[in-house]
Nanobody, 115 residues
Framework: QVQLVESGGGLVQLGGSLRLSCAAS????????MGWYRQAPGKQRELVAL???????KYADSVKGRFTISRDNAKNTVYLQMNSLKPEDTAVYYC?????????WGQGTQVTVSS
């Protein structure tokens, strides 16, 4: 079994920054990709950013230039540096880990941006 533990969420003002972390532990054989998704109230969960095992990154158009995803393979940890935060970034952020056979989710961390 794989466990994902997220941290770093919180309340920040417009234009502020936060850094999310997600540490994976357990029976991890081979990670294909790790990423971050978010879900705002009344909306569907959406991809924010992901990074593959080949260090290929993908971002939602709404966060390009403001968010940066990175990964520490030795620690099985993925980070999301969020800068220039906007109220529309307010959501629960979920970490996701994909292997060749399964997909795992963290419990989510709340990010709230006040104006």
């Amino acid at each position: 079994q794989v466990q994902l533990v997220e941290s770093g969420g919180g309340l920040v003002q417009l234009g502020g920054s936060l850094r999310l972390s997600c540490a994976a532990s357990g029976s991890i054989l081979s990670i294909s990709a790790m990423g971050w998704y978010r879900q705002a109230p009344g909306k569907q969960r959406e991809l924010v950013a992901l990074i593959t095992s080949d260090i290929i990154t993908k971002y939602a158009d709404s966060v390009k230039g403001r968010f940066t995803i990175s990964r520490d393979n030795a620690k099985n940890t993925v980070y999301l540096q969020m800068n220039s935060l906007k109220p529309e970034d307010t959501a629960v952020y979920y970490c996701n880990l994909v292997t060749m056979s399964s997909s795992y989710w963290g419990q989510g961390t709340q990010v709230t941006v006040s104006s």
